[in-house]
């Protein structure tokens, strides 16, 4: 019963809190491991396009992390901003070792959404969503990540900021421009022909 109420404390607490109980606490660790894991191993996913690579990098994510919690200081930022700059340089690693293209799969996504519409109506949205994620794959970087942190893991302007080390202003200035960049990207190129008549 002890336990049970000693877990539960925990729920409660901040992460600053537990962090501090963590090197030293294997539940308190837990407990941040049950707040970030879902989060870690999303952002992962987005960025390898493999559930098994993405679960392999977590386990390191969170692996490197119980490693130095003894030696972990917040300086500022966040255990998740922190959680998440040690993911992304994990990712980074994994492509630049093992060679492989940055995906963001969509096959889940498309099969759910597009089950029950009509054949034309599936392949039209087929290519409207092959077409944005080729222009989503040449964003530099750290808009792709933006991207990710946004609609992927919900996370809001603030903790974007916090992660990418970026003021919330600088956050939103940032994803504005993204999605203009998007939309330019998108928009249907005017026919030659009509371009030539002006």
Same mark, same amino acid.
């Given at each position: ?114 089950? $029950?519409? =009509? ?8 290519? @409207?969503? +092959? ?5 989503? /794959?040449? #964003? ?15 996370? $809001?302007? =603030? ?8 003021? @919330?202003? +600088? ?5 504005? /421009?993204? #999605? ?19």
């Amino acid at each position: 019963m002890a336990l049970f109420g000693r877990k539960r404390h925990y729920k409660d607490m901040e992460d600053a809190q537990l962090v501090v109980l963590a090197a030293y606490d294997k539940d308190a660790f837990g407990e941040l491991y049950e707040r970030y894991m879902p989060r870690i191993y999303n952002y992962i996913y987005y960025r390898t396009g493999n559930a098994h690579d993405a679960e392999d990098l977590t386990a390191k994510v969170f692996h490197r992390a119980i490693g130095h919690m003894k030696t972990y200081e917040e300086k500022g930022v966040p255990f998740q901003a922190w959680l998440y700059r040690i993911a992304h340089n994990l990712v980074a690693n994994f492509h630049r070792d093992e060679g492989r293209r940055k995906i963001i799969p969509l096959d889940d996504y498309v099969a759910q959404s597009l089950r $029950s519409e =009509a054949p034309e109506k599936l392949l039209e949205d087929s290519e @409207e969503k +092959a077409a944005l994620l080729r222009a989503i /794959r040449r #964003l530099p970087q750290e808009r792709q990540d933006l991207l990710v942190m946004k609609f992927v893991d919900n996370l $809001s302007n =603030a903790e974007i900021g916090s992660i990418l080390g970026r003021t @919330e202003g +600088a956050i939103k200035s940032l994803y504005h /421009r993204t #999605l203009l960049a998007l939309r330019e990207e998108m928009r249907p190129a005017a026919p030659k022909r009509l371009v030539e008549e002006r």
